[in-house]
């Protein structure tokens, strides 16, 4: 169920301003990692903008996701430099690691796992990016360690 509550925070915060629709957007993905169908007609309806509108922004813009996200976004590069540097192996540990493939997400909601194309930080490769944290030169053995950093404080998995 989706808190509509912190959707009608964020468009107050731009007052209702029809040329914030990009910005309230980009919020309501920072808020939710994703935007939930029931955020975008919220969107459309405070503004008083076609929810079509809202839905074409949302999908031709690369950067929204319509699907929902785990909690910790893993972005494997997978750009010329990274791949040879040995990418391939460092993404098979990771999905072998959570038990997803990329473009998935764990069934807990911790993580989705996605792949790049460069980042422009090739000196760095291989490189992960958890949450906009970079790890370059990272190779299958961090891969484990790395992810900890991520998971829960508690329960299972936990450090
Ligand atoms: S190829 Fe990975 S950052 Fe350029």
Do not use: W
């Not at 509108?53 to 590069?77: D, E, M």
């Not at 997803?100 to 090739?122: I, L, W, Y």
């Amino acid at each position: 169920m989706v808190e509509l509550g912190k959707v009608d925070q964020i468009i107050e915060k731009y007052a209702g301003d029809k040329t914030s629709v990009l910005a309230i957007l980009q919020d309501v993905q920072a808020a939710f990692n994703y935007l939930p169908r029931e955020a975008m007609n919220r969107i459309g309806e405070k503004l008083e903008i076609p929810m079509t509108q809202v839905a074409s922004l949302a999908t031709f813009f690369h950067a929204f996701s319509l699907t929902p996200r785990g909690k910790n976004i893993v972005t494997v590069c997978m750009g010329t430099a990274c791949h040879v540097r040995g990418a391939p192996r460092v993404l098979a540990e990771i999905e072998r690691e959570l038990a997803v493939k990329g473009g998935e997400t764990t069934s807990d909601g911790e993580f989705t796992v996605e792949t790049v194309n460069c980042v422009g930080a090739c000196a760095l490769g291989p490189l992960v990016i958890v949450n906009g944290n970079y790890h370059g030169n990272i190779n299958t053995a961090d891969v484990v360690e790395m992810l900890h950093e991520y998971k829960p404080a508690t329960g299972e998995g936990a450090k």
